[in-house]
């Protein structure tokens, strides 16, 4: 059963920092990203990495947060330091089982989570 369970979200003051977590069960993905999502606003892919080695990060948030993956564990740890108010949003974990590269299009990925929201505060 394809599941994949995000963790780690929570509230903090501007400059502070969180590490989200994906846990995936079912399969071993190939592809996986983390996308967020704020009231209003149209969904938007955060960081993404690929089993070609290849990671992607949303300008906005290059320099900040960092993607990985850990294989041996299934998990996906997004590191995001400096947060910023405009940061706030619900996270989500997405896979896909082979893309062949990393990519910040939604429409890319089949399984997603059920998301964790992270606030920032100013």
């Known amino acids: 059963q394809v599941q994949l369970v995000e963790s780690g979200g929570g509230s903090v003051q501007a400059g502070g920092s969180l590490r989200l977590s994906c846990a995936a069960s079912g399969y071993t993905y190939s592809s996986m990203a983390w996308f967020r999502q704020a009231p209003g606003k149209e969904r938007e892919g955060v960081a993404a990495?690929?089993?070609?080695?290849?990671?992607s990060y949303a300008d906005s948030v290059k320099g900040r947060f960092t993607i990985s993956k850990d294989n041996a564990k299934n998990t996906l740890p997004l590191q995001m330091n400096s947060l910023k108010p405009e940061d706030t949003a619900m996270y989500y974990c997405?896979?896909?089982?082979?893309?062949?590269?990393?990519?910040?299009?939604?429409?890319?990925?089949?399984?997603w989570g059920q998301g964790t929201q992270v606030t920032v505060s100013s």
């Open positions: 997405a896979a896909d089982r082979r893309i062949g590269f990393a990519t910040l299009r939604w429409t890319a990925f089949r399984y």
């Open positions: 990495i690929d089993s070609d080695g290849s990671i």
